[in-house]
């Protein structure tokens, strides 16, 4: 069965210090790799995706960026936080066929000093 | 006015109530329904995808799409105090990466 995996759970980071968040996928080859942000109250942003290693679309301009070096794994990227990047940090995976749903690791939650 | 409408709640109710929860929607492009549970500081868990108008079932769990209406529905029978949770909708066009779009989420509270 597939597993998807996110670190560290909980992360306090100060302002202007760099990020990186990572996300694995176990048991699925070649998936659709999903970056959410969740706001408090508020449902689910779309920051990034990608369909293949290398390849990311970014659906927000804004201070983080993302990259895929394998197939299974996805991470996200700050050189410089800002407090407005404080928030719950979601991956997401779903099978490369169109059609198929996505499935969520248990997020990262950042906060910003 | 925002692409999925869902009320936010918070909506609370007796163990053992037939819960409604519900989502509409202004984008006739989308295509793909689905029900998300999510637990206190856990990522979204998926409940229902559903793609056709109609109903789907899956054990105490029914969803509804009305694509005429441009309505969806999750119905919770028989709720439990482990149901206590955010339900969130989402929903997604044809496109092969498969962009969601969800509702707000709505808390609801199962109390015994």
């Known amino acids: 069965s597939q597993t998807i995996h996110q670190w560290p759970a909980t992360l306090v980071q100060p302002v202007g210090s760099p990020l990186s968040l990572e996300c694995t996928v176990e048991?699925?080859?070649?998936?659709?790799l999903y970056w959410y942000r969740q706001a408090a109250g508020r449902g689910l942003q779309l920051l990034f995706y990608?369909?293949?290693?290398?390849?990311i679309s970014s659906e927000v301009p804004q201070n983080l960026s993302a990259s895929r070096p394998q197939d299974r794994q996805f991470i996200l990227s700050s050189k410089k936080l800002l407090l407005s990047d404080s928030g719950f940090y979601l991956c997401?995976?779903?099978?490369?066929?169109?059609?198929?749903?996505?499935?969520f690791g248990d997020g990262t939650r950042l906060s910003i000093l | 006015q925002k692409e999925v409408e869902q009320d936010p709640g918070p909506l609370s109710v007796p163990e053992g109530a037939i819960v409604s929860l519900n989502c509409t929607y202004s984008n006739s492009a989308f295509q793909y329904f689905m029900w998300y549970r999510q637990y206190s500081r856990k990522g979204p868990e998926l409940l229902m995808y559903t793609y056709s108008s109609g109903n789907k079932e899956d054990g105490r769990f029914t969803a509804q799409v009305d694509k005429s209406s441009k309505y969806i529905s999750l119905f919770i029978r028989d709720s439990q105090p482990s149901d206590s949770a955010t339900y969130l909708c989402?929903?997604?066009?044809?496109?092969?990466?498969?962009?969601?779009?969800f509702g707000q989420g709505t808390i609801l509270t199962v109390h015994p």
């Open positions: 989402a929903m997604r066009g044809g496109t092969s990466y498969g962009k969601l779009t």
């Open positions: 990608s369909v293949g290693i290398g390849q």
């Open positions: 048991g699925t080859s070649n998936p659709n």
């Open positions: 997401a995976w779903s099978e490369p066929l169109g059609g198929q749903p996505q499935h």
